[in-house]
């Protein structure tokens, strides 16, 4: 058993057709000394077989091509069927792990350049010795190592994709929570200065529902400094102090004082504006209690001389700038220590 080379012209073998065989009219020099192979070449008698290169051929020139083969020292014996499994076994072994570390591209080119390879070592070497390389199961290890690389590497991206969006959800589901359960009252607002989004602090804050909240200009809801009118509602290049400020929150009830921090976040392409409120009545009443002691007295409740220092300094300084005269009236009460002592 051999192999026949089809590289061989069919083209090139003389033929006679049988016509001018009967009739005599053809040179006896065109078979002299040849071997002649008789049969049909009429497609309609159907002794046509399927070949590779020109795809079909009638069955004598098939022979022909074979006593060619022989003749002309082509007839292909192929190698030993380990060589292609062990080249296989080799690929599989080595090319895998490697494609599974590079992007798509490269291994696709690396794929590519192997499979044209793996054909011009083929050729050459049925060029240059009558033997045949098997190189289909090459070819189908590589084809096949660089669809399941790619498929791995699609499903670790899948895998990594499904991890971020869990890590990123529950990051979303944590900070939503600690937003919802925070004491300061948090607004979200858009960049056309309405309320979009609010905690149950900010709720209770305003003595209003998110539902009546959300959707309403943040002017309505907190009154701003003067010398900082857009520092929530805009979210402009040269408005990036976060504060702390002093602002009125309308409630519904009156007015609360409230200290306020301002900071920008960034979603989806939109910038918004984050408040954080407190509630600083407590505070406010304790600085006024405080600066109350400073300039009282803890007895009787009247201002003490302290308090006197800084009314005549400022009194004194308003006349000179007024030019208007200021009169000082000292009264001193006789025996006070003693009614003091005695009465209490």
Known sequence: EFRIDYGIAADTIPRLSYVDVLTETFAPSV??????????????????VAVPLVKAMPGPVLQAMAAESIAQDRALQPFSPMLPLAATLVLALLVGPWLESRSWRVGLVVVVGLVAASFAASLTIQVVSPRTLEISPVLVTLVGTYGFALVRRVDQQALRLLAQRLMLRRTRDLMKLVVENSFDGIVMVGVDGSVERVNRAAELLFDRPAAELIGLPVEHLIGLPDDEPGVVSSTSESQRASGPWEVTGRRRGGPVPLEMTVSTVES??????????????????????LEHQATHDALTGLPNRPCLTRHLHQTLVTASQDRSPVAFLLLDLVRFREINDTLG
């Open 31 to 48: 078979v002299e000394g040849r071997t002649v192979i008789v049969g049909s070449t009429a497609v309609e008698l159907g002794d046509w």
């Open 268 to 289: 989806d392409d939109e910038k918004l504006r984050v408040a954080f409120l407190r509630d600083i009545t407590e505070r406010k009443a304790q600085r006024a209690a």
